[in-house]
């Protein structure tokens, strides 16, 4: 090892003046070639310890910093990854929900030195503009949030041959990598909450029809229904879009039909915090008259009055193990496409 340092000392190769380090002068300092310096910054297991730690050495005492740009063009990388939200800006700043997914994102990326690309992709020409832009490869792969059953764009994607990743999924047969979080399983707890405190005429504001997370969540209303004995009723299921306006319309929509319901699962915080505000201007007390629960556990479940009883899920995580699961993609695509749901938990507050 001494005969490595020296390598690089007084009468050696050392640093240029001025300059960045360069990789030959670290492979000099090394006592080894150019090549064998590359494996070890590539991280290949191709090397011996006792070389590795020579060469690690060496870039420590130099500061050597690799070129991120030539890294990824000898890869056939870009560095970048796109996570697309095909959504309004409206729904992108109101809801908690995207604002974890990618702080979660955000967060696991910048850990893996990779840029973020952030695209909201709101309209048909939107759309077709950001084909063209992911055909010719210019990102390393894609996360998409929010995906309704006809969203084209993970067709296009595997068509392409370029990594994806869903939060949520399309269909319960989604053939594209996935984390979801396990909305069956949360609507049913929520529910058997609301039946085990002696409810019984329990309504549901369920999301959009054509997104599964939407089905899921209801499938979950029905299933703790049957488990409590009771019928669930067609006329106590609104559908509303995941917003407060539409929750409020949801509850008004409920109200109509059945004035004496004692429980609204509303599948979304927002839609929840709707439902209160349209309960109050009834009449109705919560929990007194009709107890609330929603779904997320967003900072919008801590802050209403009544704090909000609601179904947490891990939206953070689910933002950090998306690419983690796309990471792994780009560098060796699965024979089978993974798929990660991850548990959720009720949280007990004040409207329930």
Known sequence: MDQVRRVGGKGGVGRRRGGRPTLEEVAARAGVGRGTVSR?????QQVSPETKAAVEQAIAELGYVPDRTARALAAGLTDAVALV?????????????????????????AAADKQLLLTLNRDAQERRRLGAYLSGHRVDGVLLVSVHEDEP????????????V???????????????SDN??????????????????????AGPRDMYVGQARLAGYREALSSAGMRAREDLVAYGD???????????????REPDLDAVFAASDLMAAGALRELRAAGRRVPEDVALVGF?????????????????????????????????EIAERSAEP???????????????
């Not at 764009?153 to 370029?162: A, C, M, T, V, Y």
């Not at 995941?242 to 109509?256: K, P, V, Y």
């Open 85 to 109: 939200i095909p959504e309004p800006e409206e729904r992108l700043f109101s809801e908690p929900y995207f604002a974890a997914i990618i702080s979660g994102v955000s967060t696991e990326l």
């Open 166 to 180: 869903l939060s949520g999924r399309r269909t319960a047969g989604e053939a594209v990598p996935y984390v979801d």
């Open 338 to 352: 993974p798929h990660l749901v991850l548990p959720t938990e009720l949280v007990v507050r004040a409207s329930s």
């Open 40 to 44: 070890v910054v590539n991280g290949s």
């Open 153 to 164: 764009l993970p067709d296009l994607l595997r068509q392409i041959e370029l990594p994806a």
């Open 242 to 256: 995941f917003t407060e306006a539409g929750g409020r319309a949801a509850a008004r929509e409920l109200l109509a």
């Open 296 to 328: 997320d556990d967003s900072a919008v479940a801590r802050h209403t009055d009544p704090a909000l009883t609601s179904v947490r899920q891990p939206a953070m995580e689910m933002g950090r193990a998306m690419v983690r699961l796309l990471l792994a």
């Open 184 to 205: 069956v399983a949360g609507a049913r707890e929520a529910v058997a909450h609301l039946a085990g405190r002696g409810r019984r005429s329990i309504a549901t504001i």
